[in-house]
């Protein structure tokens, strides 16, 4: 173990001056050779100015992001990375002036890392050829170089030290999760070091937290980030060969970077640059002035069509209110005259016109969470808050008289809004979940609120007695029944449910509309319409009187008083009410979400359905008695809201209104051409606390993983006015989230005003050029257009030509791949041994390539376990855990398993997904019986019986998510050996919330807990028999692990 010295350096003992502004969001620091220059990203461009202080002068000024400006040691060139063609490419500058290069021409991502000491070539990491490794370029140009192989072999970060050693790290928690503070486990980042020549390969640090982004000088002195000391990245170095904490900050510095002559080190902090002095061990911070141009202040223009999220339609159907990108609107029933009656700082959800056909009651966030105000409509007064409450309401229905209001609140509560009084009460306390949720409604003589809670994860349909305060479950089954609706006549509940399967964790697969009736019913009589034909006119009013005076007198036994007013009352049996139910949509495809209608005689079943071709429709299903049901498409796109006003129905349908008759009729959109401004100051600073809001209601853990949320709600808002582009707010609020320690965390956003003008493609064809000879081809990968047998393509061959135009040598040979239009076919010439060859092939994506890279090594693995087993062990290997590679495991194991001894899976480095469970069954047979033909061969039963064999099960630390999820249950199950490291420690199953824009935010809400109790997130799965691949191994395409799960299958078959 590696001793620590801790050198203990405090902002309290600064001696900090503020002489001139430090400009916020400022990133990506690096300095001159001579340390008195510090260059550094700002709003989207690379300035430079005065380590000492002084005006910083803005040196790039190209579309896109520039970052990670790299000055060269010689200090006459600097390198960058531009996002100026849409995506990160790398571009060079002198910086006495002249033209800027590009370098790197690749559609993947290429980030500047690093210099050669001797300024000829330049370091990068880049995700062209699997998920990020490292690559080397010359000064001059030509094509990149990896510098390490093996798919897996993920490196980053990488500097190479003055003796030609690389220092490195390769972790997803260095890479893309550096913003997750605090992980603890297998798969942590250590700061590594081989050397090329001799071979050599060391790791520098051993902390089982994370040590990285390593930064050296011209004298092998080495800086890095480390959260050894308190939790919080902090700068150390090392001394003597001991870890030594040159600074202990209460809030994380990011990307430390090394003078070459070692004078200073700049890093992020606080979302300001700092200045480390190694000599006098101080920290300043970088004081300079820039220009700053406040443009998400500015008013934008957005037009409502196609963008209306939520309406409702007037009782006297004179008016439309609607939501667009959260600000409500008031209009005409023809959408002519047009309103806005929100101003657009908060985000408007739901709204519901009043009873008086003035007032809209409407959910609107307040300090993120969604409340409940009204306002008059004509948009005059100021609006009443009916709410104040630390949790999201939401999903609001109101009763048949408009008195009442049903909604969701927060996580556990159904309540009941008063209409008259504003007064709000809770009537239901259970597990409701605060999000994903069926809206809750009324019976039709509101005496019941009708709503789902959850079982078991499943959603089970609920009714309340609002009078009586009694509960019941309706369902109670093993499986989620959904979006429940009473019908008018109150004799039907419909819903929708997967009979047969639960909903969690794959979600709703083969969801049908069903209805029950809530009690046991007959239908009506054809005799009795008949006997109608016949009846005298005096006999029939005297029956019209008596049966009037029988539904009166049956009305006072059956009745009930609501609201002062006095109705029949509904009675649900539940007595044999499963039995009851019935199949109201096709069986064919799946339907979603019910909606009942009157329509005279008829009851009319509104639902979403692919039953079509796949594609999501409108259809209908009309009940009415002594008439079949009739079903029939509505419209051919899903409706995502449908509303009756007298033989009306309104529809939203692709952001747009529509309106048809009940009974017969097209929907026609209601045109509303109408334009809006607001500005992304006031919609970031919105989404920052909804953002916020959404995860303090969700977060698996009630304890924040010890963090006080609330508290870094109030950090991270303090930097809210210094944000000025999507890329801060990006930045800010993956920090926040980051302060959990979690996985599955992160703030996904992308906006118009980033798009850049100019976008290209990189296309592949499987071909894999040499490293050292670019245009020359090394191999075919197999599965590719390359490796077709009609393909003419050799080892060996000479690339010369590309859709006809010749190549150079000393050109980056993705320039010749790389198109701003498709490319159905690309022609490639070749020369062979002086003889020219040309071959046409229908191109693939860099995606589909690196697909192919890792189906490679998947290959490779399978045939190492034929070699070594003579045949005997069947191999399977899964990518991720969704339906896409289940279906892969379980065509491997019809091709292999009933041939072979045992079972190997591998699912090191699989990215997760929600198919444990089947995977786990499958694992899990066992054979219970045989059977034969008359003279035939005994043969087992179930077909598949792979538990009756050795098992083996692969993981690292790499293994995360479903993987993780996997691994735990192959141990509590006792299926056999598990071999490899410990998986990640990121398993929390999750789901996500969209923002006003179309941002969102994911939501870790379900915990993963081994049956005594662990949290998979904090300890993750451990191995049988721990067996570690090194990156040297990878680098000679060893696999230790590999060779230990067929070594213990052996024993076991001998």
């Known amino acids: 173990m590696i001793k620590n010295t801790i050198t203990l350096l405090t902002l309290s003992l600064l001696s900090v001056a503020w002489g001139q502004h430090s400009p916020k969001f400022a990133s990506t620091p690096s300095l001159s050779p001579d340390g008195k220059t510090t260059y550094f990203s700002y709003n989207g461009d690379i300035w430079q100015a005065p380590t000492a202080g002084g005006e910083a002068l803005r040196i790039t000024a190209l579309e896109g992001n520039e970052t990670n400006p790299r000055v060269s040691p010689d200090g006459k060139w600097l390198a960058f990375t531009s996002g100026q063609y849409g995506n990160k490419d790398v571009f060079l500058m002198p910086l006495t002036g002249g033209q800027i290069t590009q370098l790197t021409y690749h559609q993947a991502s290429d980030e500047v890392e690093s210099w050669s000491w001797d300024s000829k070539q330049i370091y990068i990491t880049s995700n062209a050829n699997n998920n990020f490794g490292s690559y080397v370029i010359d000064l001059n140009g030509g094509t990149p170089k990896p510098l390490f192989t093996n798919y897996f072999n993920n490196t980053n970060g990488l500097v190479v030290t003055p003796s030609g050693e690389y220092l490195f790290t390769s972790s997803m928690e260095s890479a893309s999760q550096t913003t997750r503070k605090r992980y603890k486990g297998e798969n942590n980042p250590d700061i590594l070091g081989y050397n090329p020549t001799t071979k050599e390969f060391k790791s520098y640090t051993d902390y089982e937290g994370k040590d990285f982004n390593p930064t050296v000088d011209k004298q092998g002195k080495i800086y890095f980030i480390s959260d050894e000391n308190n939790g919080n990245y902090n700068l150390y170095t090392f001394d003597n060969g001991k870890k030594v904490a040159l600074t202990n900050f209460d809030t994380s510095i990011k990307k430390p970077y090394v003078s070459a002559d070692g004078s200073k080190v700049v890093f992020e902090k606080d979302y300001m640059i700092y200045v480390f002095d190694t000599a006098t061990k101080s920290v300043t911070p970088l004081t300079t002035t820039v220009n700053t141009n406040k443009a998400i202040e500015k008013e934008q223009s957005y037009v409502v069509e196609d963008n209306i999220s ?123 979940w605060a999000f994903q949720n069926s809206t809750p409604s009324f019976s039709p003589n509101g005496e019941y609120v009708l709503f789902t809670a959850k079982r078991n994860f499943e959603e089970d349909i609920f009714i309340h007695h609002i009078t009586k305060n009694e509960t019941i479950n309706l369902t109670n089954t093993g499986v989620a029944e959904s979006a429940p609706y009473w019908s008018p006549n109150g004799k039907h509940i419909y819903f929708m449910s997967d009979r047969l399967n639960p909903s969690y964790p794959l979600g709703m697969q083969n969801p049908s509309i069903y209805r029950f009736a809530v009690d046991w019913q007959t239908e009506a009589f054809k005799s009795d319409q008949f006997d109608k034909l016949f009846v005298d006119k005096k006999e029939e009013i005297k029956s019209e009187i008596t049966k009037k005076d029988k539904k009166t007198q049956d009305k006072k036994a059956n009745s009930t008083k609501i609201d002062g007013k006095i109705v029949t009352s509904i009675k649900v049996n539940t007595d044999g009410l499963l039995d009851r139910i019935e199949l109201v949509s096709d069986r064919f495809g799946n339907q979603y979400n019910p909606i009942v209608f009157a329509d005279d005689t008829k009851e009319v079943v509104f639902y979403n359905t692919n039953q079509e071709n796949g594609k999501s429709n409108l259809y209908k299903t009309v009940y009415e008695d002594f008439e079949d049901n009739k079903s029939e498409k509505v419209f051919d796109k899903r409706a995502d809201q449908l509303l009756k006003r007298n033989k009306n129905v309104y529809a939203l349908i692709g952001g747009n209104i529509y309106s048809f008759e009940l009974s017969k009729g097209k929907p026609e959109q209601i045109k509303i051409k109408h334009n809006f401004t607001k500005n992304l100051a006031d919609e970031f600073n919105q989404m920052y606390y909804e953002t916020w809001a959404g995860v303090e209601e969700n977060f698996y853990d009630e304890t924040f993983h010890g963090i006080d949320w609330n508290k870094m709600k109030d950090h991270f808002a303090q930097y809210l006015p210094h944000v000025n582009s999507r890329s801060d707010l990006r930045i800010l609020l993956n920090d926040m989230l980051g302060e959990l320690g979690s996985s599955h965390l992160g703030f996904n956003t992308t906006g118009t005003e980033e798009k850049t003008k100019l976008n290209y493609r990189t296309y592949d064809t499987g071909i894999v050029f040499s490293t050292d000879k670019p245009y020359e081809v ?82 490779t693995n399978k045939q190492r376990v034929n070699d070594l087993s003579n045949n005997r062990i069947a191999y399977s290997y899964m990518k991720n855990m969704t339906s896409t590679e289940l279906d892969r495991f379980l065509l491997d194991m019809v091709e292999q398993e ?20 089947k995977v786990l069954n499958f694992l899990s047979q066992r054979p219970y019986l045989q059977w034969k033909y008359r003279e035939g061969k005994l043969t087992v039963q179930s077909n598949f019986t792979p538990s009756g064999k050795p098992i083996v099960l692969l993981i690292n630390e790499s293994s995360l998510s479903d993987a993780e999820m996997t691994a735990a249950g192959f141990k509590a199950l006792k299926l056999g050996k598990i071999i490899g490291q410990e998986t990640y420690r990121w398993i929390i199953f999750t789901s996500g919330k969209s923002l006003v824009d179309g941002s969102s935010y994911r939501l870790p809400s379900w915990g993963t807990y081994t049956l005594d109790g662990q949290n998979l997130e904090k300890t993750g799965v451990a191995p049988d028999i721990y067996v570690k691949n090194t990156f040297v191994d990878r680098l000679n395409n060893n696999d230790p692990q590999l060779e230990r799960a067929v070594q213990e299958i052996l024993k076991e078959i001998k």
Do not use: C
Request: proline fraction near 2%; hydrophobic fraction near 35%.
């Open 898 to 917: 009933a041939n072979k001894e045992g079972v190997i899976l591998d699912l090191r480095y699989n990215t997760g997904g929600n198919v444990h469970d």
């Open 778 to 859: 090394e191999r075919i990968v197999r599965k590719s257009p390359a490796y077709a047998t009609d393909i003419n393509i050799k080892p060996g061959d000479v690339l010369t030509k590309v859709n006809g135009q010749e190549v150079a040598d000393k050109v980056n040979r993705d320039t010749y791949f790389t198109f701003a239009n498709t490319q159905e076919e690309i022609s490639l010439t070749f020369n062979r041994a002086g003889k020219e060859i040309t071959s046409k092939l229908h191109p693939i994506s860099f995606i589909e390539m690196k697909s192919l890279l890792y189906d490679e090594w998947i290959y």
């Open 310 to 432: 939520y309406f409702d339609v007037s009782p006297d159907t004179k008016k439309i209110a609607f939501v667009s990108r959260g600000i409500l609107f008031v209009s005409d029933i023809e959408g002519k005259f047009i309103q806005a009656v929100t101003d657009g700082k908060e985000r408007v959800m739901e709204v519901k016109w009043l009873k008086d056909n003035e007032t809209l009651l409407y959910s609107q966030t307040f300090n993120g969470y969604q409340n409940w105000f009204k306002r008059s409509a004509n948009g005059k007064g100021n609006p009443t808050q009916l709410t104040n409450d630390n949790r999201n309401n939401r999903d609001i229905t109101l009763n048949k008289e408009m008195t009442k209001a049903v909604y969701l609140s927060g996580r556990d509560e159904v309540r009941l809004l008063n209409l008259k009084d504003n007064t709000s009460k809770v009537i239901v306390k259970d597990e409701i």
